[in-house]
């Protein structure tokens, strides 16, 4: 889908998708790194170029992007009213997930979100019954916006850079860097994540895959440090 559509989202779930990227939304997500805290106390990253470039990659050829196709997914399940595939989609992920600390991340963030919308709003409990306990963040995060009738280009857009926002704060604590230079960086991630948002809905099954070897060896390896600020 070209990035030139227009996104006409009408004030009330312009608001409730912002709710939902909100960094203070209370999932947890600021607690984690995704390999960032090794990837700094290794050297690989060291200032901000490096720290965009490792951003820009994983929203090109990371897993991502394969994040951003769950969320389709799932969008399209709850549209399609079928559970099945919600929890099949749901099972896939947990799966083919590289680590158990960025599973486990999945699962806790995804966990909290299923609380956080049981209290807001009901009528999307038959919903989040069907993925518990162990409910993955981009398919709890498709069911919401697909059952508040949020276009998906833009819920899209908005988990990527709710996504790049939280990455950027890590590394704004542990390079460290400025606060003006973490906003020049998401500022500048635009074009990438505009790109991972077609990239995820374009995705076919067949083409789910990601190259994230990276990640995986700073995720896994990020229980051996010995001083750590984050989960993973």
């Not at 994983?58 to 919600?86: F, H, K, P, W």
């Amino acid at each position: 889908m070209s990035s030139a559509r227009s996104l006409n989202l009408a004030p009330d779930k312009l608001l409730r998708l912002q709710q939902l990227a909100s960094p203070v939304l209370p999932v947890g997500a600021y607690s984690y790194s995704e390999g960032l805290e090794m990837l700094v106390e290794t050297g690989t990253i060291d200032a901000a170029p490096a720290l965009q470039y490792w951003l820009e990659q994983e929203l090109a050829i990371g897993s991502l992007v394969t994040d951003g196709a769950m969320l389709c997914r799932a969008y399209t399940a709850v549209n399609a009213n079928d559970v099945d595939q919600l929890k099949y989609w749901n099972s896939w992920w947990s799966a083919a997930r590289e680590t158990q600390e960025l599973r486990n991340q999945g699962w806790q963030m995804g966990r909290s979100l299923v609380r956080l919308l049981k209290s807001l709003d009901d009528s999307v409990q038959p919903w989040l019954d069907a993925l518990v306990p162990q409910a993955n963040w981009p398919i709890v995060f498709g069911v919401a916006v697909a059952h508040w009738e949020i276009d998906l280009q833009a819920a899209l857009l908005a988990y990527f850079q709710g996504w790049a926002a939280n990455a950027i704060g890590a590394g704004v604590k542990l390079i460290p860097l400025g606060q003006t230079v973490g906003q020049q960086l998401l500022m500048d991630l635009t074009p990438a994540i505009t790109t991972a948002s077609e990239q995820a809905m374009g995705m076919s099954d067949v083409d789910l895959s990601s190259c994230s070897w990276g990640l995986a060896l700073a995720s896994s390896q990020h229980e051996m440090q010995q001083v750590r600020l984050f989960q993973s």
